[in-house]
């Protein structure tokens, strides 16, 4: 059982930059990979990069490549989403996954964070 808590969210302007943590409980988070999605509203919850369990594997989707950068610490038990050159279409809840496979689908992941809202001013 892996409990996720997402923090780091808020108001930037287009240009900006922010970087969300994905905090983990539980002493099982080296073995699984983690992932990072994103809920924009009235649209569906899409992937947004991937990382696997010893980080050495990382995928994005191709709407933030060269952006944003995963990235995990396991001996804190967090995982991170660096976010630069923020754009308006970056707005949404970002969530944070825990699952077997660093897979860009969403039922590959058992674990769920509570969200952060990430909005990007124009």
């Known amino acids: 059982q892996v409990q996720l808590v997402e923090s780091g969210g808020g108001l930037v302007q287009a240009g900006g930059s922010l970087r969300l943590s994905c905090a983990a409980s539980g002493r099982t988070f080296s073995s699984y990979a983690m992932g990072w999605f994103r809920q924009a509203p009235g649209k569906e919850r899409e992937f947004v990069a991937t990382i696997n369990w010893s980080g050495n594997r990382r995928v994005y989707a191709n709407s933030v490549k060269g952006r944003f950068t995963i990235s995990r610490d396991n001996a804190k038990n967090t995982a991170y989403l660096q976010m630069n050159s923020l754009q308006p279409e970056d707005t949404a809840v970002y969530y944070c996954?825990?699952?077997?496979?660093?897979?860009?689908?969403?039922?590959?992941?058992?674990?769920w964070g509570q969200g952060t809202q990430v909005t990007v001013s124009s």
């Open positions: 996954a825990a699952g077997d496979y660093d897979e860009s689908a969403l039922p590959m992941y058992d674990y």
